[in-house]
């Protein structure tokens, strides 16, 4: 069975006569599912409440506009894809000519209204934080026009494109840089301190687990899987490294918020199930025990990130 076949199994045909809302919700489950906002969420309440944690004494309070803030995030990266697109819609239409933009059941036109919204409530919502032009547009509009230059390949064209590690590299930076301008939300008119910053590595590092969970095995990801492009071993050492860096980001956040060490303590014991898991795999790589090593990453990121939203809420150590 081929791809195209496997995925219109999954995706039934959704007539181009069913109402909007209907076919634009098939085009998300397939290329934005609501499976994503596990790790969204959690990412973005860590960067807001890591910025308020630093910017403001004693324990965080949440307030209803830190859902406003985590709201953004996710239009964010929404406005994100909709770029990617309606950049690889040719590529896509000749490799993937099963998906729903592909098919015309949505069109790139009524996906350029949804990315108007995403950017509109985006706008409204750094204006709102800022109280007009401030230190969180100013992060908005450098992640912004990363952005930009990320959908003209940074104006460097097939050389780029062509090149399988740095091409994705040139990409990362973008999840730092939103992660930051978060931080500013949570910090509201209070300037960041330079150990803030160190929130845009965790942006990186969990933009880079992902890629690995979705592309890890194949026909996971839509493309090339680790497996196959490095070999099990390889791919296997290259998922340790993530969960190891994830870890280390996470926690050394945690410490900078002087959050309590109980937090600290309890990521590196969470990260140990998939590091096992990993390492059967690449010692006997079966496709159950790959399922495993892939299941172990994927469930590892949104409970990492969930013990430090409780950590971060529990405020500094003394409060």
């Not at 995706?11 to 085009?27: F, G, I, K, Q």
């Not at 209803?64 to 819609?89: N, Q, S």
């Not at 919502?125 to 230059?149: H, K, Q, S, Y």
Request: charged share 15%; aromatic share 6%.
């Amino acid at each position: 069975m081929t791809a195209t076949q496997r995925q219109r199994r999954r995706d039934p045909a959704v007539p181009a006569a069913r109402p909007l809302s209907r076919r634009l919700a098939a085009w998300a489950q397939e290329r934005f599912p609501v499976a994503l906002g596990a790790v969204m969420v959690p990412a973005c309440l860590v960067a807001l409440l890591y910025g308020r944690v630093l910017t403001h004494p004693g324990a965080p309070r949440p307030h209803l506009g830190d859902l406003a803030a985590v709201a953004a995030g996710w239009a964010f990266f929404l406005m994100v894809r909709i770029v990617d697109e309606h950049k690889d819609y040719e590529r896509d239409r000749a490799e993937y000519p099963g998906r729903v933009l592909q098919r015309g059941v949505v069109t790139l036109d009524q996906l350029k209204v949804v990315a108007a919204g995403a950017v509109a409530l985006q706008l409204i919502v750094t204006l709102a934080a800022d109280g007009g032009i401030g230190r969180a547009g100013r992060w908005w509009a450098l992640a912004l026009a990363w952005t930009a230059l990320a959908a003209k390949d940074f104006f460097l064209g097939r050389w780029i494109a062509d090149r399988p590690v740095l091409y994705p590299l040139l990409h990362l930076p973008l999840s730092g840089l939103v992660c930051v301008w978060i931080a500013q939300l949570g910090a509201g008119p209070r300037s960041l301190p330079p150990a803030a910053f160190a929130v845009a590595a965790l942006g990186v590092t969990l933009s880079a687990s992902v890629d690995l969970v979705r592309k890890f095995l194949p026909g996971t990801g839509g493309g090339r899987a680790y497996v196959r492009a490095l070999g099990v071993r390889r791919a296997a050492t290259v998922g340790a490294v993530a969960v190891a860096v994830q870890t280390a980001v996470l926690a050394t956040l945690l410490r900078l918020a002087d959050g309590p060490a109980a937090g600290v303590m309890a990521l590196p014991v969470l990260a140990a199930g998939p590091q096992v898991a990993l390492a059967r795999f690449a010692q006997a790589p079966t496709r159950r025990r790959g399922r495993a090593a892939r299941a172990g990453m994927a469930l590892l990121l949104p409970v990492q990130l969930a013990v430090s939203v409780a950590a971060l809420l529990a405020g500094p150590r003394g409060c």
